[in-house]
């Protein structure tokens, strides 16, 4: 635990003695939810498409950007961390400490995910107080385990981006080429059921695509576990697949840097 306090302290401070950029990154989410908002207005509350989730299309799309941030942190929190250690020199310093790799990987994308979560909820923050955004009868123990399931399946993901990153030394335009494909067909802006058949298909490939949907239920429509568990199931089964795939790409990247004395390369 102190070790992951150590890393969160450290990268806290980094992100505060930016200020501008910490002051426009919230501004954003002021801008991005009364933006959706009065889209919302355009479009009516009475859209056949959001009828499973109760056809208002400001709380599907609120739902949508406030936790897709996650599957962002998770894509690219790693790579950048991995990215900003080896351009400051101290990522082979951090190897050789008697820290786990997991440990390393973990507590070098807490600041991340926490600034994540507190967007989240200034968004939702924003929609309750502000904009009249309602959760009525929301499973809310739904929700987290739909949630953490995500988290663990995006930062799966994350990590073996991270990996293709240290032995290539360049990843950004793979991960940007994804992030931009979930952004699509991954059900947040607009249903995943209006794309045509062969983006559906595409979709279900994604995690994002079930987290989605599950977040959606859970809050909007106050769903059950029944009705819970193909998304849950989904999510459960990338999070089986990809992470230990993605701890074994991690661990066989560093090992092939540290072989080519290249693991402080960039």
Same mark, same amino acid.
């Given at each position: 635990?102190? #070790? ?7 990268? %806290?401070?980094?992100? @505060? ?9 919230? *501004? ?12 919302? #207005? ?34 690219? +929190? ?10 400051? &020199? ?16 973990? +507590? ?8 994540? *979560?507190?967007?989240?909820?200034? %968004? ?16 809310? /123990? ?17 990590? @073996? ?57 859970? /809050?909007? *429509? &106050?769903?059950?576990?029944?009705? /819970? ?15 230990? @795939? ?15 004395? *290249?693991?402080?390369?960039?």
């Amino acid at each position: 635990m102190p #070790l992951f306090w150590s890393f969160f302290v450290r990268d %806290y401070r980094t992100e @505060i003695s930016y200020r501008l950029s910490f002051l426009l990154s919230v *501004t954003g989410v002021f801008i991005s939810t009364f933006s959706y908002y009065f889209m919302s #207005l355009l479009f009516g509350d009475d859209i056949p498409a959001l009828a499973p989730y109760g056809g208002d299309y400001f709380s599907f799309v609120i739902i949508g950007i406030a936790f897709g941030g996650y599957f962002g942190v998770g894509l690219n +929190g790693f790579s950048r961390a991995i990215r900003q250690a080896q351009t400051t &020199g101290t990522l082979e310093a951090m190897l050789m400490t008697p820290a786990s790799l997991s440990s390393i990987i973990i +507590g070098s994308s807490l600041w991340s995910y926490a600034f994540s *979560t507190f967007r989240v909820f200034l %968004y939702l923050a924003l929609g309750t107080l502000v904009l009249g955004l309602r959760f009525e009868n929301a499973n809310y /123990l739904g929700a987290v385990v739909s949630l953490l399931l995500s988290v663990v399946a995006f930062a799966s993901l994350g990590i @073996i981006a991270a990996s293709v990153i240290m032995v290539i030394k360049r990843g950004d335009p793979v991960t940007g080429l994804f992030s931009s494909l979930a952004m699509l067909v991954g059900g947040v802006l607009f249903p995943v059921e209006i794309l045509p058949p062969w983006l559906q298909f595409i979709a279900a490939l994604l995690p994002i695509t079930y987290a989605m949907e599950a977040m959606r239920l859970s /809050l909007l *429509t &106050g769903a059950e576990w029944a009705e /819970l568990w193909p998304q849950i199931l989904a999510l459960l089964i990338f999070c089986l697949v990809l992470g230990p @795939i993605s701890l074994f790409s991690f661990r066989y990247a560093v090992r092939r840097a540290r072989a080519e004395g *290249t693991l402080a390369h960039y």
